[in-house]
């Protein structure tokens, strides 16, 4: 099974994005969701989680920018973006991972050897 995320494109810095991850014959309700992406010549980071209970983390740095959210009677979690900088450039990607509590990725961060089902990702550009 693959997560496939969609919902990137081209915006200007301050621009907003809303992406979108769904999954075909998974249930995503049992399992915690995380955004990701990465950077040309960066490795892949993590960038916010949801689980199952709605908890959620995300980093420092598009925090008050970035919200997770969860529709599970769409099957669906999506990441929406305000405030967009050219540094939040990337290929966004989705991923289920244990279905803890936010606290756990908190301390622990959104590490990416904890989560699988990688799909193809979708293009963010933030750039006048």
């Known amino acids: 099974v693959q997560l496939q995320a969609s919902g990137g494109g081209l915006v200007q810095p301050g621009g907003s994005l809303r992406l979108s991850c769904a999954a075909s014959?998974?249930?995503?309700?049992?399992?915690?969701i995380g955004w990701f992406r990465q950077a040309p010549g960066k490795e892949r980071e993590g960038v916010s989680v949801?689980?199952?209970?709605?908890?959620?983390y995300c980093i420092d740095s598009v925090k008050g920018r970035f919200t997770i959210s969860r529709d599970n009677g769409k099957n669906s979690v999506y990441l929406q973006m305000n405030s967009l900088e050219p540094e939040d450039t990337a290929v966004y990607y989705c991923?289920?991972?244990?279905?803890?509590?936010?606290?756990?990725?908190?301390?622990?961060?959104?590490?990416?050897?904890?989560?699988?089902?990688w799909g193809q990702g979708t293009q963010v550009t933030v750039s006048s």
């Open positions: 991923a289920t991972g244990p279905n803890l509590k936010a606290n756990y990725y908190r301390a622990a961060g959104i590490k990416v050897s904890e989560f699988s089902s």
């Open positions: 014959g998974l249930n995503l309700d049992y399992h915690a």
């Open positions: 949801i689980s199952s209970d709605r908890t959620t």
